[in-house]
């Protein structure tokens, strides 16, 4: 069995201050780990993904996510929030079965405010 | 850059209607899914579908709901007698090298 815990429903930054946003996973198999966005009235946009290749990914808009296998942990970064950064956030896991349909387990969401 | 692509992109039906939810992947992807987003609640996943067939399906896919890919193109969720808890934003997705790409969604509303 997968999930995803994401430890902050919401957080607040300022704009051009660094972003953490905290998830842990618990997966039986070796999973792929994901971040998708979603902006107001918007769909999912995929940030980056760990596949298991390397352990620090980098993804679109300046965001990246450090897989630390002993903590379990995949948490976004960013070095300084923009304005449009401002949406919720989905860490996602995938257990990798080999034939299998790999469904996508979501974490409840954190919702990114960023002031100016 | 290819997309998937959903219609319609907002749905209003009354309870025991049936509706039908279109999605077009992209077109060389092998896996598709649905997934609904209830209003202030996560992303669940439905159904997984490969080969012409379901490959997984999650409790909340019942009797209700069916799937199938009715040409080359296109891939069909439908709810036979819709009740007023599928309410939800219905999503798409299908699947490259272990990566699901999302389609914008279908809001559906039972009233």
């Known amino acids: 069995a997968q999930s995803v815990t994401q430890l902050d429903s919401h957080v607040s930054v300022s704009e051009g201050t660094p972003v953490l946003l905290r998830c842990n996973y618990s997966?039986?198999?070796?999973?792929?780990l994901f971040w998708y966005v979603q902006h107001p009235n918007k769909g999912l946009q995929l940030l980056l993904k760990?596949?298991?290749?390397?352990?620090l990914v980098k993804g679109i808009n300046g965001f990246e996510a450090e897989f630390k296998k002993s903590e379990t942990s995949f948490h976004l970064t960013k070095p300084s929030a923009h304005m449009s950064d401002a949406a919720e956030y989905f860490c996602?896991?995938?257990?990798?079965?080999?034939?299998?349909?790999?469904?996508?387990?979501f974490g409840t969401g954190t919702q990114l405010k960023v002031e100016l | 850059e290819p997309e998937v692509t959903q219609t319609p992109s907002h749905q209003v039906t009354q309870m025991g209607q049936e509706v039908i939810l279109r999605c077009v992947p992209i077109?060389?992807?092998?896996?598709f899914y649905w997934y609904r987003q209830i209003l202030g609640q996560k992303v669940e996943f439905l159904v997984s579908?490969?080969?012409?067939?379901?490959?997984?399906k999650s409790e909340i896919f019942d009797d209700q709901f069916s799937v199938e890919r009715p040409d080359g193109s296109n891939f069909t969720l439908k709810i036979r007698s819709t009740k007023l808890e599928d309410s939800a934003m219905y999503f798409c997705?299908?699947?490259?090298?272990?990566?699901?790409?999302f389609g914008p969604g279908t809001r559906l509303l039972v009233l």
């Open positions: 579908f490969y080969n012409n067939e379901i490959s997984e």
């Open positions: 997966s039986s198999y070796s999973p792929s």
């Open positions: 996602v896991v995938s257990d990798q079965l080999t034939g299998g349909g790999n469904k996508l387990t």
């Open positions: 077109s060389n992807h092998l896996y």
């Open positions: 760990y596949t298991s290749a390397a352990t």
């Open positions: 997705a299908s699947k490259y090298q272990e990566t699901q790409y």
